[in-house]
């Protein structure tokens, strides 16, 4: 089947509707450092915030809620710890907006495959059906143990000829 590229509606990997974004934070634990929000009412189209450094999140601050709790967002910053395999550290800050999310901080190919594997949990989640597990292992029938093929050394080369 040949398609033309141009006629496949493509989509960011990372694109995210605001829902799925706030479960991305709750799932890494993040905590909100900056906000663009759209204004639904007032003069202004546009209204950005940036959290001091004495507030962890904004998103759990009463002045922040109060004046944006109902207002959408179209772009946010947001920050959560990370720890390697190798047990180092980091605090990883991200961006996300209405066309995509891109990790601010340098990082480790480690943190990328994380972050990814969780935006793939969100967007594409996989629900399992318990009620039926019992009936399956039921009609499950155990499998013949395949052999693996014997390494083709020298020797085991010309014995196979011959």
């Known amino acids: 089947m040949d398609k ?59 002045q922040y809620k109060k004046e944006f709790n109902n207002q959408p967002m179209k772009k946010k910053t947001l920050q959560f710890d990370f720890k390697y395999s190798f047990e180092y550290e980091d605090t990883i800050s991200y961006e996300i907006t209405d066309e995509g999310l891109w990790i601010r901080s340098k990082v480790g190919e480690e943190v990328i495959s994380y972050v990814l594997q969780k935006i793939i949990n969100i967007r594409y989640p996989v629900e399992v059906d318990t009620s039926s597990e019992d009936e399956e292992e039921e009609h499950v029938q155990e499998q013949p143990q395949v052999m693996s093929p014997k390494v083709n050394t020298e020797e085991s080369a010309i014995t196979d000829i011959v």
């Open 4 to 62: 033309d590229p141009k006629d496949i509606a493509w989509e960011k990997a990372t694109k995210l509707n605001e829902e799925q974004a706030n479960q991305l934070a709750r799932n890494l634990q993040a905590r909100l450092r900056a906000a663009k929000h759209k204004m639904t009412e007032g003069p202004y189209a546009t209204k950005e915030v940036t959290a001091k450094l004495q507030v962890e999140d904004l998103e759990v601050d009463e």
